[in-house]
């Protein structure tokens, strides 16, 4: 996959512009060149449970953003218990990726409803004073309080995440 060399600049105009009109102070930070959640957070000097990663499913049908910690993963019959779905799986990327036009592949924002979803959110994220996550690319973040981030995008929150086990 050939990943463009500014796709971001959209997603992050669009963020930027949004927030300032909703009054929210921010910081942008560039970074080198990581795919995992994990490696941007470490890059970051971000603990994991602070780092804000987004997956994509579809539930019963209707493609939904689930926002996560890096340091965890979706457990699906956690969130399929919190959604009552009755079915519920990941999305493929050729699903969503028209959806996310403006950014790399992988590296969505979790701004579910400018994009037109919902956002089902772990509440280990809502312990943080502040979340850190990607901003449309593969080498941009944005950290933001996580007051600011409930009162703008009101994710519902759910108990999602496991802690992946080391073998």
Known sequence: ???AEVPDVKC???I???L???????????????FTAQEVAGSEHVKGRAFAKVVMVVADGEM?????????KLSFERLTRAIRAKNVRLASEDEFAGRFADCDP?????????????VVMDDTLATNERIVFRLGSHT???TMRYDD???????RLADLGVAPIAV
Do not use: C, N
Not at 20 to 34: I, K, M, N, T, Y
Not at 107 to 114: D, E, R, S, T
């Open 20 to 34: 300032r009109q909703g009054g929210v102070e921010f910081d942008v930070r560039e970074h080198p060149l990581a």
């Open 64 to 72: 939904r953003m689930i926002v996560l910690p890096a340091s965890e």
């Open 12 to 14: 992050r105009e669009r």
């Open 106 to 118: 992988g590296a969505m924002p979790p701004f579910g409803h400018l994009y037109g979803l919902s």
């Open 1 to 3: 996959m050939r990943y």
């Open 149 to 155: 981030f409930q009162r703008i995008e009101k994710p």
């Open 140 to 142: 941009t973040t944005m």
């Open 16 to 18: 930027e512009t949004y």
